[in-house]
């Protein structure tokens, strides 16, 4: 089997660089079956898959890093068709939670190319204007979108700690915004805290935010927090952690295949920023192979 194993060595703190050497210690002998990319930056990373993929035809592509190796990586594995497995090395690590790998040992981990088959799931496509984003996980809007780029700017914490930090910091000057929903033509205009839209369970290192959401049945799922006072939404953020949040009066849930926001902030996805508003959310024609537990 053919394989492309790209290395995120800042991921984690550091994590990824770890676990990469170990990766290469587990393929070790292999030889020109194994093709490593680890660069300094992530815009060389991603130049040197493209360019790999181009003059080679891969069976595989390991990732080692977090969520932001995976959603930099979506449009490659994509057009390439390329199977992904994740070897978890971020922060929150929350697609190899979706996919049952996070915590789960390594060797276990690189055996299931040969123990099992690939999964088809789905890839939610984000457009704005021109431009087209795929992301695997969630899109927030709003106050998780001010949370994120708070929690993104943070040079020394690192893990689930960092969101929990922003949330504190942010929520007592934060005001609901006006927001204009469409969800498959049905168009609803309302204030609200954020709105999220999830082809997965969880983000921010575990905070299950949409614990139904399912990445294999064509739809996506739609939260959207009512207008709150800051101290109600400080007292429904810790439930977010164990998904209990979701029968809170304040939350609502839909679902749809085509979702448009429009609102005066900015969308995160796999937790890294896409754009201000408006933008329109599908999920994508092409389907994304993966391996899970």
Sequence with gaps: ??????????SGGGKGLVVGAKVRANYAGLGESITYIQASSLKESLA????????SKFDLLISVGGDGLIHDLLPSLIENDLPLLVIPAGTGNDFARTLG???QKLALLLAQPALSKPSLINVGLIKNGLAQTPFIQILSTGFDSVVNERANNFKIVRGKIKYILA????VWRFRALEFTLDIDGQERHQKAMLVCVANGQSYGGGMKIVPHAKDDDGLLDVMVVDRVNPFRLLMVFPRVFFGTHVTHPKVHFYTGRS???????????????????????KISEKSLRVYRL
């Design 101 to 103: 790998l996070h915590g």
């Design 48 to 55: 040197q898959v493209q360019s790999a993929c181009a003059n």
């Design 167 to 170: 949330v504190l910091q942010k």
């Design 259 to 281: 979702i448009k926001i429009s609102g005066k902030t900015q969308a995160f996805a796999d937790g890294e920023r896409i754009s201000d508003l408006p933008i329109e959310v």
């Design 1 to 10: 089997m053919k394989t492309l194993v790209v290395i995120n060595p800042h």
